[in-house]
């Protein structure tokens, strides 16, 4: 039922729902809130982002959204795997000084055109956001050994992976889970709808 929907993607920080319909997962955006961007995401062999390399990206989360919705249309014969790690467990194997370091981190949030910190927790629970292209030339030099540490302990950390088959949905706490996914490879046939949500 859609009324158990938040309370599970709360509790887990992210929610697998199985062979359910586009119409359905309209729905299910709808109720999570507003979406401010929606992309169809397919390979490229002349990629212009990221979103459309073959390649694996560095773990990160996206500016902006509170949750993030993936609905799976097609899928690679080879790789694709979607990867999650809860940013809690990152902080737990982080260097206590390298964390209080991080903290004052900031990140461009290319919607917004704004700085936005690491770390915060100014709705009453953690919230982080990183991602590794968007930090400035600065915060690189003057946080170099933290942000080295960090990308160490992400890459050490075994992610939770999930192969999203056609008509499934994957849906994460983005302010709380880091997320990539695999090399893909085989066919390159994959339609992925993603929706970022406040």
């Known amino acids: 039922m859609m009324n158990d929907i938040i309370p599970k993607l709360e509790a887990n920080n992210y929610l697998l729902l199985k062979n359910k319909s586009e119409a359905y997962f309209d729905d299910v955006v709808n ?10 995401i397919q390979i490229s062999e002349a990629p212009k982002t990221k979103l459309e390399t073959k390649h694996r990206m560095d773990f990160h989360t996206d500016p902006k959204a509170k949750y993030i919705a993936w609905y799976c249309v097609k899928q690679s014969s080879v790789g694709g795997e979607s990867l999650i790690i809860d940013f809690a467990d990152v902080v737990k194997a982080l260097d206590e000084n390298s964390f209080h370091n991080l903290k004052k981190l900031k990140t461009i949030d290319s919607y917004q055109n704004v700085d936005v910190p690491f770390y915060d927790e100014s709705n009453g629970e953690p919230n982080f956001y990183y991602s590794p292209w968007r930090i400035s030339k600065d915060d690189k030099t003057k946080y170099e050994k933290e942000l080295i540490e960090l990308s160490n302990v992400i890459n050490n950390i075994q992610p939770i992976k999930i192969l999203l088959d056609p008509n499934d949905i994957l849906l994460i706490k983005n302010k709380r889970v880091l997320h990539t996914r695999s090399e893909i490879g085989g066919d390159f046939n994959r339609l ?4 970022l949500i406040v």
């Not at 109720?31 to 169809?40: H, V």
């Not at 992925?192 to 929706?195: G, L, S, V």
């Open 192 to 195: 992925i709808i993603r929706h």
């Open 31 to 40: 109720y999570l809130g507003q979406s401010f961007r929606k992309t169809s």
